[in-house]
């Protein structure tokens, strides 16, 4: 088997993919995969003489658009193709009346023919363009350029395909009746395919009086998923053999969250991000956000340079503004009149630099970068300490806001008897992770005693994990835990069919955290065998903490479709369903049905509960599910209480028994923000909202510049009764007094939206990266009221 060929970082385009060859390019493009392949598949169904379908790509700069342009002419250079791809230059600056287009065409034909090395052709055009240019009628010369790229494709047997960058150029550069002769040549038999690409939309493909009205087949390149953002950076890491980053990717989920939402999900920026990644995450986002924002700063600073000063005194405005900013705002900011704005503000549009909203509470449109990275990196370059420490505390809170609280996780755990090997794995995994010494001592206790009860009927389950725990007790791991991953290795070598083989060494890399590796052995292992429940429970498992909920609900179900008997796989069905999909009637009937099976902990009835009290309403049942969890007695009973004590009191109107169960509750260290938030909301009730603002700043003062994660359903809640009481405007003066509406903006903003009588419309005069997540808390606060 030959050595796979690795790509070097210096490999990885990032502005200008088109100096890099064939290979390396269809190697690194994953990003647009399935638009590839439905273009591809478009054209190839052109026949020679067919009137061809033209197609147009709208995209942000960084979307992908010009990578996508150069993917496709290196799948119509392959020799099988029918097709001829001429990729024009990214800007064409000599085009300013169609001869140069038909010229520039004949450029392009050139260059592709000499790749292929057919030097007679080429001399031939060149010859040609050469007696071209003697014509001095602009008309004639235009018609001859064409009839010659005809005339030459007919002799390669080849049908051109124009692949053309900012389209929109073409169109500002040419006139409209020169727009109507091209649009005639293009819709004739045999004409070339063009595919171009724009940062903006055209008018005069949209505009019902303009010469290429409908003439084109207009597609948008959306952001990146956060799924689609992993997958890039896992494939970028696997070209470049960086295998360190593979696990560093699973580890700082939370962080890429965070980075992908300030970003805009620019594939551009996840090329940067994956360099830095790299060179290893720091240990404050903010000093990985300063890392991207250098990264990109000499193309940002270039092109920002390229605007006339006046159009840079506008997008200088709308940047620090941050939020959409309305026309009013931009007279006072600018100091220029309408009739000066309004002519800079369409060119800006034009151009791909700003974006029209509604404006909010205010006459007319308002206006955002449209490239949200430009703006982050506008702030922190120009803007005060104070718009720099908004920006801050917002990666901060973003940051907690998609993490996991894995100590909280691991308390959970501790107490759970595992039925199989599957949870045996699982409490290891989390032993590897957590901070907490304590937890990780408890943790390991409790593998050590469900492997000895598991190798009572099942011997390799001693042999698998039972030397690893002992090794783990002694703080002697690495060269020990070498040797165990030589032996599997070892025996996958010797027997690579072998699905168990593989099973295990998932379960080992599972155990070290080392999540893609354990992905890539059970996917194997799937492979070789597919009817195995623990694989592909696994693999659920894996994409349920990975936020994929489609791909988890796939895995998951083939489980289920082996064993129906597993109670802990329908309570990873339900996680799915509640966290990642939201079918909550259907996270519901996976919980029952795990209960019916027999599995019965006090996590899973505290879940139950939290989801008819949340999500479902049923507040009957989730009062049963709580003190099912509470007679169980593990260590979920503080996290329990609570819970059952915004039930009494905010929901069941049930104050004494609210109150009698509150008093039974110390401030346990791991809760403390939540004590405080039920005494708060206790003076609340009484009207006494002096103490309940002691007890809140309490509270606040707990959390410092974030919201936990264990402890963020409690704030949620607070918020919604919080408006339910009438008080939202003193919980919001609260915040802003003690610089909480900066620290934690979307929580603010959110409660905010709620009061205000267009909540969407408030939501939408802020800037998109406190939006999306602010959207999400209304949503969630507004779940979490009557």
């Known amino acids: 088997m030959d050595k796979e060929k690795y790509i070097t970082l210096s490999q990885l385009g ?421 901070t907490d010494e304590e937890l990780k001592r408890k943790l390991y206790d409790s593998c050590d005693i469900d492997i000895r009860e598991q190798a009572k009927t099942n011997p390799i389950v001693f042999e698998d994990f039972g030397k690893y725990i002992t090794q783990i007790s002694n703080k002697n791991k690495g060269n020990k835990i070498s040797r165990i991953e030589e032996e599997y290795l070892e025996k996958i070598k010797n027997d690579a069919e072998n699905y168990f083989n593989w099973f295990r060494l998932g379960y080992f890399y599972h155990e070290k955290g080392e999540i893609e590796k354990a992905k890539i052995a059970f996917i194997k292992s799937s492979e070789l065998d597919n009817n195995i429940d623990a694989t592909w429970n696994n693999l659920g498992i894996i994409y349920t903490n990975e936020g994929n909920g489609e791909k988890a609900k796939e895995c998951l179900e083939k489980a289920i479709n082996i064993n129906r008997n597993n109670g802990m796989t329908y309570i990873n069905i339900g996680i799915n369903y509640l966290y990642n999909l939201y079918e909550y009637a259907k996270a519901e009937k996976a919980f029952l049905k795990a209960i019916d099976l027999g599995t019965r902990t006090s996590s899973l009835f505290n879940v139950l509960g939290n989801l008819y009290q949340d999500y479902l309403r049923e507040y009957s049942k989730s009062e049963k599910a709580y003190k099912i969890a509470l007679q169980i007695n593990d260590t979920e009973i503080y996290s329990v209480k609570y819970n059952l004590v915004f039930l009494y009191r905010d929901k069941m109107n049930k104050q004494k028994e609210a109150e009698e169960l509150f008093s039974t509750l110390i401030i346990n260290k791991d809760l403390k923000d939540s004590y405080w938030l039920n005494k708060s909301l206790f003076e609340l009730y009484k009207k006494n909202q002096g103490t309940a603002s002691e007890f809140l700043l309490k509270a606040l003062n707990i959390i410092n510049n974030k919201l936990p994660t264990n402890t963020q359903d409690d704030w949620f809640r607070f918020a919604g009764v919080t408006l339910k009481q009438g008080f939202g405007k003193w919980l919001l003066e609260i915040l802003k007094e003690n610089d909480f509406d900066i620290i934690l903006a979307p929580y603010y903003v959110a409660i905010k939206a709620i009061l205000e009588k267009d909540t969407e419309g408030y939501l939408n005069s802020k800037a998109l990266e406190i939006r999306e997540p602010a959207k999400k808390i209304v949503e969630i606060i507004q779940n979490s009221n009557i």
């Open 14 to 434: 990032v502005y200008n993919p088109q100096r890099l060859d064939d290979d390396t390019v269809e190697r690194l493009f994953v990003v647009r995969q399935k638009f590839f392949e439905f273009l591809i598949k478009k054209i190839n169904k052109e026949t020679p003489n067919s009137i061809p379908q033209h197609y147009l790509v709208i995209g942000q700069r960084g979307m992908g658009k010009s990578t996508l342009l150069k993917r496709i002419e290196v799948e119509f250079r392959k020799e099988a193709s029918k097709f001829i791809p001429l990729l024009f230059p990214e800007e064409q600056y000599n085009l300013n009346k169609l001869s140069e287009f038909w010229l520039n065409s004949l450029d392009a034909m050139a260059d592709a023919l000499e790749v292929e090395q057919k030097t007679e052709e080429v001399k031939l055009i060149d010859s040609k363009i050469k007696e071209l240019q003697t014509i001095s009628d602009e008309d004639d010369l235009a018609r001859s350029a064409y009839q010659f790229l005809i005339k030459m494709s007919q002799q390669l047997k080849l049908r051109p395909v124009l692949l053309i960058d900012n389209m929109n150029f073409v169109f500002d550069r040419l006139d409209k009746s020169e727009q109507h002769t091209l649009r005639s040549w293009l819709m004739e038999n045999k004409a070339p395919i063009v595919v171009g690409a724009s940062a903006v939309e055209i008018e005069e493909t949209f505009n019902y009086e303009a010469p290429f009205y409908d003439a084109f087949q207009v597609s948008h390149l959306k952001k990146l998923t956060f799924q689609e953002l992993i997958e890039v950076l896992n494939n970028l890491a696997r070209l470049t053999n960086a295998k360190e980053v593979l696990d560093n990717i699973h580890d700082e989920i939370a962080r890429l969250k965070t980075i992908h939402q300030l970003t805009g999900g620019n594939p551009r920026t996840a090329v940067m991000l994956f360099k830095i990644i790299v060179k290893g995450f720091s240990k404050e986002i903010n000093d990985d956000l300063e890392a991207l924002l250098d990264e990109i700063t000499p193309l940002y600073k270039a092109r920002f340079e390229e605007l006339s000063t006046q159009l840079q005194i506008i997008v200088d405005a709308v940047a620090l503004n941050w939020d959409p900013i309305n026309l009013e705002q931009l007279r006072n900011e600018t100091k220029l009149s309408n009739g000066q704005l309004s002519p800079q503000l369409k060119r800006l549009v034009e151009l791909g630099w700003l974006e029209k909203l509604d404006a909010y509470k205010a006459k007319g449109n308002a206006y955002q970068i449209s490239e949200r990275f430009f703006n982050i990196w506008f702030l922190m370059r120009r803007s005060s300490r104070r718009q720099k420490k908004e920006l801050y505390c917002l990666s901060k809170f973003l940051e907690t806001f998609y993490g996991d609280d894995i100590n909280d996780v691991a308390k959970k755990s501790i107490s759970l008897k595992s039925k199989n090997v599957n949870q045996i794995t699982y409490k290891l995994a989390l032993a590897e992770v957590t």
